[in-house]
Structures are given as structure tokens and as C-alpha cells.
């Protein structure tokens, strides 16, 4: 009976210094379709990694990056992975904000020289890796076919401003809640200032010369804004300056744009019949230039990183291992089909059959990402990196802030002119605050 008892004790023991042992990871991350999906199969994970809990904040993305950005600044460590995008790895991995991933890159099994060039080449730091893509994407156009048709119009491959400002008016339907075209308003850098700066690189404007001088007083910059207001008030969604990407998609699956120009990774969900009530009418082209030779598509990951300062690196490296895998693009076509598998970020699945039978925008999501170039973004010559964001510290605010004003003039609340101006007022101020050009 003594034998049995110490055995029994010997085994709460154990099973408690298990538990004791066990290391819970809180995972900071964006409310977007593949995300959401994401911590549906994180069973998988847990299965392979008995130790490690998962803990999800879940987030709107303006405040996941607000909530990301103070806690590492302030080093709180409130979060062990970290969902950020192609704009902070590298300003934040040279302030020595993020640990690098050299167990990962040196998995191979993991092979990290299968993530496309486009995607990897933004991630790394004097040659090592900060982030791991969970997935990339470029821009382009989604379009209704069957509203195509009905107008007697053909959506060129690679289609112009002015062709697709002429096709959302005579397709728009406001009688019916059908609109001619969806682009996004709501204010943030990440937001309406993504699609508007790299439509604003189509239209031959640029934030800043050569010399770090803002360029909002500049024509270039009044055709894209002109462009762009007029083209919501005659054919856009009423409410528009409230939209960002997750309200345009809905608008676009219940059947209301008959245009979205956004992130390639949404044509997934657009051509899902269990998501989408259009899905077999959506046809995809090239984002619209105005023939400068730049069209208005830009380069984007959401990656998964580590901050510098967690005390549970090696387990937060298992976690971003396994969720950006080929093991788990292989879970998600097991799951969830083919169709939903994450884009943008390994060469093998452009390579894969079953994924180009799945997925019709494939090649153009794949050849999107790789026109799309941060060290040329513009027409003109610039003194800064990044497509649809300029990779400096003080972008973040700066953008918000543009952002915001650009977002009441599409609301009406004030004229272009004015945004412009306050634009001007606004960046050059906190430029000069901030010690440009140095």
C-alpha cells in the first residue's frame, strides 16, 4: 500500500512539474480571413508541441499596429509572436527590436530558400531573417464578369486608370446597391494610404524628392486625389471613407462592387462559394497604370517574428516554424481545399498543380508580386524604399495622420485642395521635427 502511494505521488509529481513546465505563448495578430483560420488548426500544432499553449489576441489591424508597435518600443512584453508586416522588419530588426530566426534558416526541412525572393529580400537584415512569411501579396483587380458582359465591356489583362474609371460608372447600379468600384477610405497608413500611395506611383507622384521634400503641393499628386474622390462619388458604396479591406470584401461577396482593386490574397476569398455569393463570376486583371510605366500594385507580407527582449524564443521559433511551413500549406489544402492555402510566399506552391487548378489568379497573383519593386517604387527618383509605404520611422504617424485627411475629403468634409494642403503642412512639420533630410 506504501509502494502504491509513493507511486501515485511520485506520478502527481510529475504530471504537475508537466504543467508547471508547460509555456504559454500570446500571439498578437491581425483579424484577417487567413489568420482567423490560422488558430482553427493550431490543434495540429499543439499535437506535435504537448509543452507549448497558445494564448490569441486577436486584432483590427490599425490597432494591432498600434498595440504592436508601443510594446515593443516600451518593451512591455505583453506578446511572444508578433504579426507585423514588411514596413517594421526592417526598420525594427536594425533597432535590435526582433530576435533573428538562424534556427529556422538553417531547417531544412523548413527551407527557407523556397520563400520567393520578393518576399524574403524585405525580411532580412544584413543577411539574416526576421520575420517568416505567413503571407505575401501584391494588388490587383477583382471584377464581376457577368456585370462585365451585361455592359458589352472586356477588362483588359493589364487595364488603365481611365479604362477602369469608365467601366465602375456604366456598371454602377445604385438603384440596385450594385456599385461600379470599392477602393478603400477608412484612414491609416496601412489602409487607404497603402492603395492611394502605390495608385498615387501610377499617376507619377512620389511622398518625397530627392532631398526628403514633401511632395503633396505637387500635380501628380492632385490628379491621384482628384482621380480618386470623384471616381467614389460617381460609382463607389456610400460610407466609403469607412471602408478599409475586411468591409470591401464583405461589399464584394454579397454581391455590391462590381470592381475591388486590393491584396491578391483576397482573391481566395472571393472565389469561395461557401464565402462568396459571386464566386463563380470573378475575374482578376493586372492593378491599372496611366501608362508611365509603374502600375498602382504594391508588395506586402504579414510575417510572424519574435521580439528581441521574449524569454521564449525557442518556443515562439516552433510555433512561426510550423504556421509557416510547407507542412502547414499542405494542412490547409488537406482542411480547407487548395483554394485557401496561404499565398504569396514559397516558389513550390506556384509550382504545384493542384494549387494553379485551384486557384485561377495564381499566375497573376505571382506575377504582381514580382513587378512590384521597393528599391524603384516611383516614376521619379526617391531617397526611400517601400511600394505602398516609405521606410522610415516617422512613416507610421505620418501616414495615419495623411491618411486621415485623404479620408475626409473623400467624405466631403473637405475639399482635395485642402487635404492636399494639410498634407503638405502636416509632413513637413514632422519631418523637420524629425531631423530630415539627415
Known amino acids: 500500500m506504501k509502494l502504491k502511494t509513493l507511486l501515485l505521488g511520485a506520478c502527481s509529481a510529475l504530471m504537475f512539474a508537466g504543467l508547471a513546465s508547460a509555456e504559454t505563448l500570446t500571439i498578437a495578430t491581425v483579424n484577417n480571413g487567413d489568420m482567423v483560420r490560422m488558430q482553427k488548426l493550431t490543434d495540429d500544432f499543439k499535437a506535435k508541441n504537448p509543452g507549448i499553449d497558445l494564448q490569441w489576441v486577436t486584432l483590427e489591424e490599425n490597432v494591432l499596429r498600434q498595440k504592436v508597435t508601443t510594446d515593443i518600443a516600451t518593451k512591455a512584453g505583453q506578446y511572444d509572436v508578433l504579426t507585423i508586416g514588411t514596413y517594421e522588419v526592417p526598420i525594427w530588426s536594425k533597432l535590435g527590436w526582433l530576435a533573428s530566426l538562424d534556427k529556422l534558416s538553417a531547417d531544412k526541412n523548413y527551407d527557407v530558400d523556397d520563400l520567393l525572393p520578393a518576399i524574403r529580400s524585405g525580411l532580412t537584415t ?79 507622384a512620389r511622398w518625397f524628392d530627392e532631398k526628403w521634400k514633401a511632395q503633396f503641393d505637387q500635380p501628380e499628386w492632385k490628379d491621384t486625389l482628384d482621380f480618386y474622390v470623384k471616381l467614389m462619388k460617381d460609382a463607389g458604396p456610400p460610407g466609403a471613407s469607412s471602408n478599409g479591406f475586411n468591409e470591401n470584401l464583405a ?54 517574428a519574435i521580439p528581441a527582449s521574449s524569454k521564449k524564443t525557442e518556443a515562439a521559433e516552433k510555433f512561426i516554424s510550423w504556421a509557416t511551413s510547407k507542412d502547414y500549406t499542405n494542412l490547409v489544402a488537406q482542411k480547407e481545399g ?13 509550382a504545384n498543380a493542384d494549387y494553379q487548378k485551384a486557384a485561377p489568379f495564381a499566375k497573376m497573383t505571382l506575377d504582381s508580386i514580382n513587378s512590384a ?61 524629425a531631423g530630415y533630410p539627415k
Open 126 to 204: 544584413d543577411g539574416k531573417l526576421y520575420a517568416a512569411p505567413f503571407y505575401g501579396e501584391s494588388s490587383m483587380v477583382m471584377y464581376r464578369k457577368d456585370l462585365f458582359d451585361k455592359a458589352g465591356l472586356k477588362m483588359p489583362d493589364a487595364p488603365t486608370w481611365d479604362f477602369i474609371a469608365d467601366a465602375a460608372r456604366k456598371i454602377t447600379d445604385k438603384d440596385h446597391e450594385v456599385y461600379g468600384i470599392c477602393l478603400r477610405g477608412k484612414a491609416g497608413w496601412g489602409e487607404n494610404m497603402a492603395f492611394l500611395t502605390a495608385m498615387s506611383n501610377s499617376f507619377g
Open 338 to 350: 487548395w483554394l485557401n492555402a496561404p499565398p504569396g510566399t514559397r516558389t513550390s506552391l506556384y
Open 373 to 433: 519593386d521597393p528599391t524603384h517604387p516611383t516614376v521619379k527618383p526617391v531617397p526611400y524604399v517601400g511600394v505602398q509605404f516609405v521606410a522610415i520611422p516617422e512613416f507610421q504617424g505620418i501616414g495615419t495622420a495623411v491618411g486621415q485627411q485623404f479620408s475626409a475629403a473623400l467624405a466631403g468634409q473637405i475639399s482635395v485642395d485642402q487635404a492636399l494642403k494639410a498634407a503638405q503642412q502636416l509632413t513637413e512639420r514632422e519631418m523637420k521635427k
Open 251 to 304: 461589399l464584394f461577396q454579397s454581391g455590391k462592387c462590381g470592381m475591388w482593386i486590393d491584396a491578391t490574397v483576397a482573391a481566395s476569398f472571393v472565389s469561395d462559394p461557401k464565402e462568396s455569393k459571386v464566386a463563380d463570376k470573378v475575374g482578376f486583371a493586372l492593378a491599372p497604370d496611366k501608362g508611365l510605366g509603374k502600375r498602382g500594385n504594391w508588395l506586402w507580407a504579414w510575417n510572424l
